[in-house]
Nanobody
Framework: QVQLVESGGGLVQAGGSLRLSCAASGTIFKINAMGWYRQAPRKERELVAF???????NYADSVKGRFTASRDNAKNTLYLQMNSLKPEDTAVYYCNAHIRPYSFSFSDSDYWGQGTQVTVSS
């Protein structure tokens, strides 16, 4: 069993910063790709940031230059540093991870956290 728990969301004024964390726990041999997604009311869930096991990243155009994804493999934790926040960033942010539970597992499994609310006021 694997669990992803997001934290760090909250209410912040435009221009402010937040740091989201996603901690993975359970039966884990290796966490491969991880990502942050967000979903605003009445909108589709969208990819915000993607990070490989080696730390390579990719970002949505809307957040590029403002958000930074990182990971601590020793702690099985994913982070998202969000700076210069805008009201348009308001959404529930979800952590996603591709996890291999055992060294002999045939393939990775896909997991999602429960989400953490980020609200940016103007």
């Amino acid at each position: 069993q694997v669990q992803l728990v997001e934290s760090g969301g909250g209410l912040v004024q435009a221009g402010g910063s937040l740091r989201l964390s996603c901690a993975a726990s359970g039966t884990i041999f290796k966490i491969n790709a991880m990502g942050w997604y967000r979903q605003a009311p009445r909108k589709e869930r969208e990819l915000v940031a993607f990070i490989t096991i080696g730390g390579g990243t990719n970002y949505a155009d809307s957040v590029k230059g403002r958000f930074t994804a990182s990971r601590d493999n020793a702690k099985n934790t994913l982070y998202l540093q969000m700076n210069s926040l805008k009201p348009e960033d308001t959404a529930v942010y979800y952590c996603n991870a591709h996890i291999r539970p055992y060294s002999f597992s045939f393939s990775d499994s896909d997991y999602w956290g429960q989400g953490t609310q980020v609200t940016v006021s103007s």
